[in-house]
C-alpha cells in the first residue's frame, strides 16, 4: 500500500544539496513542489529533455514557446562554463532556470538588487541574443519580433520587419546617441540593454509568485 | 467437518447480518443509522488528528484560509495583456512585450490549468490515509497509532464487508432484473423494474459507505428528459441511481459489465450502443431522440464531459447531448475529498485498483444538486446552450470552469485555439499603430 514512511519526501539523490544554489528565497515546500512538477513533465525520469514540454498545453498559447524552452537547455543560463545548449538537465538545473523568477524580498539591500536584477535581464538578453556572441544583432532582434507575431496570417513579414527595424533604432539613439549616415550598428550589448531598462523595474514584473501552502486546521 | 461446519455458519451468520442491516433497509428505503454513527466517529477523529498536525507543526500558522476550490500552487496575476502592456510601454514595446509572454510560459510550466484537473485534488490536512501523505510530517507517535489502527480498521474490517456488500448487491442487480425481465410489459414490470434497481443501487452505495446528500429535490429529472452530469467516477451512476431511475447510456462491454447491462435491459429500457454505432453520430442522436420522445421512458443520464475529470473544475461539454431536444435537467455532483478520493485517474489506476482504492478509503461523501430544468432558446445552438447548463452546474457545485476540453488527457491543443490567441497579440500591436 505505497510508503509507509510519513517523511519528508526527498529530492533525489545524485543532486547538490539545492540549497546552496538559490540561498534564501524559495522554501523547502516550493522545492517539494517544483520537484513534484518536475517529476510530472520528465514522467518520473531524472531529466527532462526539450520534447518534455510539449505536454504543457498552456504553453501552446505562447507566441515565443521556442525561446522558452530553449532557455531552460541554454547553457549560460545553466551557469556552466561551456557554451551551446544541454541535451537534457535534471532538477538542479531546473530550479537553477526557476530561480530567475524568484520575487524579490523584503530584507534586500541595494547591491543585492542590483544583481538580482542584473540577473534577470541577463537572462532576457540570452532570450534575444540565440547565437551566443554577446550582441543582440538586428537579425536576431527581428527574429523575436517575427515570433511573438507568429500567430497572425495576416500580418505580413514586411510589416514585423518594418516594426524591428524601427524599434532597433530607437535602442540605437538610446545607446549610442546620434549616429552618422554611414555608421552601422553592430548590435546590443548587455551593458546597452542594461540601459535601455533603466526606469523599468522588471524585479517586480519578472517572478513567479507561490501561494503559502501550509498546512492549516480545516475542522468541520 | 467440524471445521467446515463452523465456517458454514459463521458465513451464515454474517448473511443474516447483512440481510438485516443493510438488505432489508436497502429495499425498504430506511436508514438505520450506521453509517451516520461511523461518520461521526470518522470525523471526530479526523479533527483531531488536524489539531495534532497544527500543534506539532513548528512554524507560526497564517491563518489565512485557504477556500477548497483554490486551485494551485502560484499567484496568477490576471491583468489582461493590453492592459499589462500599456503598463510596460515605452518606445521600444517588444523588448517589454517579451516579459508578458515569458512570465506566463514560466507560470505555464510551473504549473497548468489542465494538467492538474487530471491528478487528484491535494487536501488541506492529512486525513490518516498513506496515499494523501505528501505534504505531512512526521508528528508524534499518537498520531502514528491512529494511522495504524486505522490501516487495520479499513482492510482487514472494512474491505471485506463492502466487497461481500458489493457482491451481493450486484448479483441481486443481475438475477432481480432478470426476473422482472420475464413479465410481459406493464405498469407493473415498470414498478418492480424500479424497486430492484433502487435497492441494488442502495445496496451499492452502502458497499462503498457513501454519504449522499440530495439538495433541491424537487428538481428531479423528470420522464422524457435528458439528466447530465459533471463526470468524476465511475461511480457517479450509481450515486445518482441511488435516489430515481434513469435510462443509462453507454457502450456494450464484455465481462462482468455487459452480463449486468444484458440483465438490466430486459427490465428497463437502458439504451447501449454497440461499439460500431457509437462511432456514427447520427444514429446515436437518432436513437436517444426516439427515446426522449416517448414520455413514459425514464430519463437518459448522460455526463457530456466524455471523460474523468478530478472534480475541481468542469471542462468542456461535448455539443452531442444538446442537440437532441427536450428538457435537460442538470446535476452537480461534488465529492468531499476529505474522506476518500473519488476521481479515477484512469492513466495512473486500472478498473480493479481504482475500486480497490475506494474500497480502502474511509467513505464517500458527496453532495448532489439538482437544478432547475433548462431548455434550448431559440437563437442558441448547442454549443451555446451546452455552455450555459455548464456554467450553472459549475456555480451550484462550486468547481470552476475551464474552456478546455476533456479530450486533453491525451492530445495536444489543437491548433485553431492556438491560433485565437496570437491573433489576439498582433492585433493589438498593429491597432498601437506600430506598423508602417
Redesign the interface.
Known amino acids: 500500500?505505497?510508503?509507509?514512511q510519513?517523511?519528508?519526501?526527498r529530492v533525489p539523490r545524485g543532486s547538490a544539496p539545492v540549497t546552496s544554489l538559490l540561498s534564501l528565497a524559495v522554501t523547502s515546500?516550493q522545492i517539494?513542489?517544483?520537484h513534484?512538477?518536475f517529476k510530472?513533465?520528465s514522467q518520473d525520469q531524472l531529466t527532462i529533455r526539450k520534447e518534455n514540454?510539449?505536454?504543457?498545453?498552456?504553453?501552446?498559447?505562447?507566441?515565443?514557446?521556442g525561446k522558452?524552452v530553449h532557455a531552460f537547455f541554454d547553457k549560460r543560463n545553466l551557469r556552466q562554463e561551456s557554451d551551446g545548449l544541454a541535451d537534457e538537465i535534471n532538477f538542479e538545473d531546473f530550479l537553477t532556470i526557476?530561480s530567475y523568477?524568484r520575487p524579490i524580498e523584503m530584507n534586500m539591500d541595494e547591491e543585492q538588487l542590483d544583481r538580482f536584477r542584473k540577473e534577470k535581464l541577463k537572462f532576457?538578453f540570452h532570450?534575444?541574443d540565440s547565437d551566443h556572441d554577446g550582441k543582440i544583432t538586428l537579425q536576431e532582434?527581428r527574429n523575436?519580433?517575427e515570433e511573438?507575431?507568429?500567430?497572425?496570417?495576416?500580418?505580413e513579414k514586411e510589416?514585423a520587419r518594418?516594426?524591428?527595424d524601427?524599434?532597433m533604432m530607437?535602442?540605437a539613439s538610446?545607446c549610442v546617441g546620434q549616429m552618422g549616415p554611414d555608421q552601422v550598428y553592430e548590435g546590443i550589448t548587455f551593458e546597452d540593454f542594461l540601459k535601455?531598462?533603466q526606469g523599468?523595474d522588471?524585479e517586480t514584473?519578472?517572478?513567479?509568485?507561490?501561494?503559502?501552502?501550509?498546512?492549516?486546521?480545516?475542522?468541520? | 467437518m467440524e471445521v467446515v461446519w463452523a465456517v458454514g455458519q459463521l458465513g451464515a451468520v454474517w448473511l443474516a447480518v447483512l440481510l438485516g442491516l443493510v438488505m432489508l433497509p436497502s429495499a425498504l428505503g430506511v436508514s438505520l443509522g450506521i453509517s451516520e454513527a461511523y461518520m461521526w466517529v470518522l470525523v471526530k477523529t479526523l479533527e483531531w488528528a488536524t489539531i495534532r498536525l497544527q500543534t506539532g507543526a513548528k512554524k507560526p500558522q497564517l491563518q489565512m484560509p485557504r477556500t477548497p476550490t483554490a486551485n494551485g500552487i502560484i499567484e496568477r496575476d490576471e491583468t489582461p495583456m493590453e492592459k499589462e502592456i500599456a503598463l510596460l510601454h515605452r518606445a521600444d514595446f517588444e523588448f517589454s512585450h517579451i516579459f508578458y509572454f515569458c512570465r506566463k510560459g514560466f507560470e505555464a510550466i510551473v504549473e497548468d490549468e489542465v494538467t492538474q484537473r487530471f491528478s487528484s485534488e491535494e487536501l488541506l490536512s492529512w486525513n490518516l490515509l498513506t496515499r494523501t501523505n505528501v505534504n505531512f510530517h512526521y508528528i508524534s507517535l499518537r498520531l502514528t497509532v491512529v494511522w495504524v489502527i486505522g490501516v487495520i480498521v479499513r482492510y482487514c474490517f472494512l474491505l471485506p464487508l463492502r466487497f461481500s456488500l458489493a457482491a451481493i448487491g450486484i448479483t441481486s442487480m443481475i438475477v432481480g432484473t432478470t426476473v422482472v425481465g420475464q413479465l410481459p410489459n406493464g405498469s407493473v414490470k415498470n414498478y418492480l423494474s424500479e424497486v430492484v434497481h433502487l435497492t441494488c443501487s442502495r445496496i451499492l452505495v452502502r458497499a462503498l459507505s457513501g454519504t449522499i446528500h440530495y439538495h433541491n429535490k424537487e428538481n428531479r429529472p423528470q420522464k422524457g428528459g435528458i439528466c447530465v452530469a459533471n463526470h468524476t467516477s465511475p461511480i457517479d451512476a450509481i450515486i445518482l441511481t441511488n435516489d430515481g431511475c434513469y435510462a443509462m447510456v453507454g457502450q456494450v462491454h464484455g465481462g462482468l459489465m455487459g452480463v449486468i447491462q444484458r440483465a438490466t435491459v430486459k427490465a428497463c429500457p437502458h439504451v447501449w450502443f454497440e461499439r460500431s454505432e457509437i462511432k456514427d453520430r447520427h444514429l446515436v442522436t437518432k436513437r436517444l431522440r426516439e427515446h426522449v420522445a416517448d414520455k413514459s421512458k425514464l430519463p437518459i443520464l448522460i455526463f457530456p464531459e466524455g471523460t474523468c475529470i478530478n472534480n475541481t473544475s468542469v471542462m468542456m461539454f461535448k455539443k452531442g447531448s444538446f442537440e437532441i431536444g427536450g428538457t435537460i435537467y442538470p446535476v452537480a455532483i461534488k465529492y468531499d475529498p476529505q474522506f476518500g478520493d473519488a476521481f479515477w485517474n484512469s492513466s495512473k489506476y486500472n478498473i480493479v485498483s481504482y475500486l480497490l482504492r475506494i474500497m480502502t478509503s474511509w467513505a464517500i461523501v458527496c453532495n448532489v444538486w439538482y437544478l432547475p430544468p433548462m431548455v434550448r432558446k431559440e437563437d442558441e445552438d448547442a454549443v451555446q446552450f451546452a455552455n450555459r447548463v455548464r456554467s450553472a452546474i459549475a456555480r451550484q457545485g462550486g468547481l470552476t470552469e475551464l474552456p478546455w476540453d476533456g479530450g486533453l488527457k491525451r492530445a495536444k491543443v489543437k491548433d485553431t485555439f492556438k491560433e485565437e490567441q496570437q491573433k489576439n497579440y498582433s492585433k493589438m500591436l498593429v491597432r498601437n499603430g506600430s506598423v508602417g
Open positions: 500500500w505505497g510508503q509507509a510519513m517523511g519528508v519526501p515546500e517539494e513542489h517544483l513534484r512538477r510530472q513533465l514540454f510539449d505536454s504543457i498545453p498552456d504553453l501552446e498559447f505562447n507566441p515565443i514557446r522558452i526557476m523568477f532576457l532570450m534575444y532582434y523575436v519580433v511573438l507575431l507568429s500567430g497572425n496570417p495576416h500580418l510589416s518594418s516594426i524591428a524601427g524599434a530607437e535602442a538610446i535601455m531598462w523599468i522588471i514584473k519578472m517572478h513567479v509568485r507561490f501561494l503559502n501552502v501550509d498546512t492549516i486546521a480545516h475542522c468541520y
